[in-house]
T-cell receptor, first 114, second 113 residues
Framework: DVKVTQSSRYLVKRTGEKVFLECVQD?????MFWYRQDPGLGLRLIYF???????EKGDIPEGYSVSREKKERFSLILESASTNQTSMYLC?????????????FGPGTRLTVL | GENVGLHLPTLSVQEGDNSIINCAYS??????FIWYKQESGKGPQFIID?????DKRQGQRVTVLLNKTVKHLSLQIAATQPGDSAVYFC????????????FGTGTRLKVLA
């Protein structure tokens, strides 16, 4: 089975702090994704990456950046955390790019920004 | 995860009965769909997928039905068990410069003993 792990399950940070969320997958997948999940909304795509050192903006990239230095690791960075970034953050990976890419998710990181 | 179900519709089903969870999708050009299950405190788990050249696909205890005419997707769970209690949501693959998913907000399934 694909295993996607995220560095923290729960995180509490203060406004203005720089926050790093780490994601690692063990199935040699090319593609990795970061989403946020909020009550009443579907998952929203923040950033994704189809290869090492490649990144593309998703639907809500503002206030975030990403890093993909190694194939198995995809990091989400909040340069200066704000309270409206309090959310559940989900990382996913998939083997295929393009259509029919079956995404597998990590357990999520619940981030609270005070 | 926690609080993802605050505003969700809820389906309550007696243990052993069949469950039907519905999803309306938005894009008539979407040709690939996935159902996910999300238990409290966990990430979404892939259940079953279907391509638009099919109307029906069956897995173990689950069946997905696709009606392209009305842009409707359903997930049927046979002989619902307590372990099926979770939030279920669908995802449709859309092309907008690249392929991305649009995720539904989900339905909470409660299995009554």
């Amino acid at each position: 089975d694909v295993k996607v792990t995220q560095s923290s399950r729960y995180l509490v940070k203060r406004t203005g702090e720089k926050v790093f969320l780490e994601c690692v997958q063990d199935m040699d997948h090319e593609n990795m994704f970061w989403y946020r999940q909020d009550p009443g909304l579907g998952l929203r795509l923040i950033y994704f990456s189809y290869d090492v050192k490649m990144k593309e903006k998703g639907d809500i990239p503002e206030g975030y950046s990403v890093s993909r230095e190694k194939k198995e690791r995809f990091s989400l960075i909040l340069e200066s955390a704000s309270t409206n970034q309090t959310s559940m953050y989900l990382c996913a990976s998939s083997q295929l790019a393009g259509n029919y890419n079956k995404q597998f998710f990590g357990p999520g990181t619940r981030l609270t920004v005070l | 995860g926690e609080n993802v179900g605050l505003h969700l519709p809820t389906l309550s089903v007696q243990e052993g009965d069949n469950s039907i969870i519905n999803c309306a999708y938005s894009n008539s050009a979407s040709d690939y769909f996935i159902w996910y299950k999300q238990e409290s405190g966990k990430g979404p788990q892939f259940i079953i997928d279907i391509r638009s050249n099919m109307d029906k696909r069956q897995g173990q205890r689950v069946t997905v039905l696709l009606n392209k005419t009305v842009k409707h997707l359903s997930l049927q769970i046979a002989a619902t068990q307590p372990g099926d209690s979770a939030v279920y949501f669908c995802a449709e693959s859309v092309f907008s410069g690249t392929y991305k998913y649009i995720f539904g907000t989900g339905t909470r399934l409660k299995v009554l003993a």
